[in-house]
């Protein structure tokens, strides 16, 4: 097992919760062996690499990123998590009387809100809007 990549209990966890391969019977080509593809989204998900920077040995990068979607499109995702998490509450690990939100605050530039931009009082002396020096008449 690498750096990112499920263990087999947390892989034996998991497998029943993604999408049949064969599309339950449906017309279409079978998926790829979805264990490779979910190690490199985790791997591009832990990394922050770029898709195209995903090593081979997952498989093309535009299949992972592919399958990706697909599961994000398909609820694979939610239900991954809503079972992962009901599991720990059955347990009694998951705390309700804690929540983190996160307060960070970034502020964005005036131009990102759509305002416009500000414009530039000439100076009396100096150059003037056109660019040529004022003259005395």
């Not at 080509?29 to 591009?44: E, K, Q, S, T, V």
């Amino acid at each position: 097992m690498r750096r990112y990549e499920l263990s087999e209990p947390q892989w034996t966890r998991i497998a029943p919760l993604l999408p049949h391969c064969t599309h339950h019977g449906q017309a279409g080509h079978p998926f790829h062996d979805p264990r490779p593809i979910l190690n490199g989204i985790l791997w591009i998900l832990h990394t922050g690499a770029p898709w195209r920077d995903l090593p081979e040995r997952y498989g093309p990068w535009e299949t992972v990123f592919a399958s990706f979607n697909r599961w994000r499109e398909d609820g694979t995702w939610v239900r991954i998590a809503t079972s992962l998490l009901d599991e720990l509450d059955d347990q009694g690990q998951i705390d309700h009387d804690l929540w983190c939100i996160d307060g960070s605050v970034i502020r964005a530039s005036r131009a990102a809100a759509g305002a416009k931009k500000k414009l530039r009082k000439f100076a009396t002396t100096g150059r003037t809007k056109n660019g040529a020096n004022a003259r005395a008449v």
